[in-house]
């Protein structure tokens, strides 16, 4: 997902083209269906200026600031960016995607605390919000209701959504997304009522101030070095959605767009697998892969497991995996035995009612609570 900055909760510049706000004068919706019953609809895309010109914007001052970053920029600004940066990584891939939006695994208070500021930080919509347009993705992908649909290509899935009004189908099916678990959650609660206050302290005001109070750095260096790290963690979440939705390989389900592709893997922290993850997305791991090398995020998330803080982690075993690959893949993991079929089992995550026995009775569950 990505911020959303005008409107009700947070208010800069996105919220006003991300919410259901009225739009009879602006979509003409008509539906059809095809063979595979994949909605289509024709409608005015109705540009939201002030969101392209906030893009702009911090995509030129990105540009400064790496600039700033090798000619004038003190080395322990660069080193603060890079580690702000991370942080505000892993409150998404950890937080509000592999915990709150998946429930993939379970965290005690402590943990979900450190990660809904981590996820303040990386500014891209409160956890509550995050969360449904995610579980809505997943539930109607490549149609109509996924909010950045990748059959729309690349530019519109990379960041053209956030730049016209969300296609009604999206604020339809959002509506129909259980968010009970979120709604029971006060660390989830307690982040939305104050988001207007905490996300441009924690995301904007802090990394700032804190090169100038502490080693002298030059406010306008570490200014565009903040809006620097910002932007390039935008762009990073945003190739999962598109990069990995166009180029790599489908090893477990061919016909999602979602691809497995390790470069995008690397950059956003393991979240590249997304293939598999499509599959199977309560999987903590978000991938097969039994190393960290690609996937940093299940590394984070094991070493809390260590200290009792995550718990209830569930992932697949291999036979499972292996069925569905064999079912339905591409052929690059196992050879397949299937005829063609669209978009088998959806589901957002564990606890979605349309989640299959078989896959409950198979996962398995590590570091489980009494």
Avoid at 41 to 54: C, D, F, G, H, L
Avoid at 299 to 307: E, G, K, S, V
Avoid at 349 to 354: E, I, L, M, N, T
Wanted: proline content about 3%; charged content about 20%.
């Amino acid at each position: 997902m990505t911020p959303n900055l005008f409107g009700n909760t947070a208010t800069l510049y996105l919220e006003a083209s991300q919410q259901g706000i009225p739009q009879e004068k602006s979509v003409n919706v008509s539906k059809s269906y095809d063979s595979k019953n994949k909605l289509h609809s024709k409608y005015t895309w109705n540009i939201v200026w002030r969101n392209v010109i906030a893009f702009i914007y911090l995509h030129l001052g990105a540009v400064y600031g790496i600039y700033l970053f090798f000619t004038a920029a003190k080395l322990l600004t660069v080193l603060w960016s890079v580690l702000i940066a991370m942080v505000a990584a892993l409150g998404i891939t950890a937080g509000a995607h592999r915990l709150w939006a998946h429930r993939s695994y379970k965290a005690k208070w402590p943990m979900r605390l450190m990660l809904m500021i981590f996820q303040t930080i990386a500014f891209q919509n409160h956890l509550f919000e995050w969360v449904r347009d995610h579980r809505v993705h997943h539930k109607f992908t490549d149609t109509d209701a996924d909010p950045h649909n990748a059959q729309r290509g690349f530019f519109f899935s990379h960041m053209g959504w956030l730049l016209v009004r969300k296609h009604p189908d999206v604020i339809e099916k959002g509506a129909t997304v259980d968010m009970s678990d979120l709604e029971a959650d006060p660390i989830v609660i307690w982040q939305r009522r104050l988001y207007i206050i905490l996300m441009p302290i924690f995301c904007f005001l802090l990394p700032a101030w804190i090169p100038c109070y502490f080693w002298g750095e030059n406010a306008m260096f570490s200014w565009y070095a903040t809006i620097c790290r910002y932007t390039m963690s935008l762009n990073l979440t945003w190739l999962v959605n598109s990069a990995a939705h166009i180029w790599g390989m489908r090893p477990y389900d061919k016909t999602f767009s979602a691809t497995d592709n390790i470069r995008v893997a690397m950059g956003a922290f393991g979240e590249g697998w997304h293939n598999y993850h499509h599959v199977f997305p309560w999987d903590y791991k978000a991938a097969e892969l039994g190393d960290y090398r690609a996937n940093f995020t299940t590394a984070f998330i094991d070493l809390f497991a260590r200290i009792g803080w995550a718990y209830d982690l569930k992932t697949v075993h291999v036979n499972l995996i292996e069925k569905r690959a064999a079912r339905t893949g591409d052929g690059t993991r196992i050879k397949p035995n299937s005829e063609e079929h669209y978009h088998e089992e959806t589901i957002w995550g564990w606890g979605d009612k349309d989640m299959h026995q078989e896959d409950i009775d198979g996962a398995q569950i590590f570091n489980k609570s009494d």
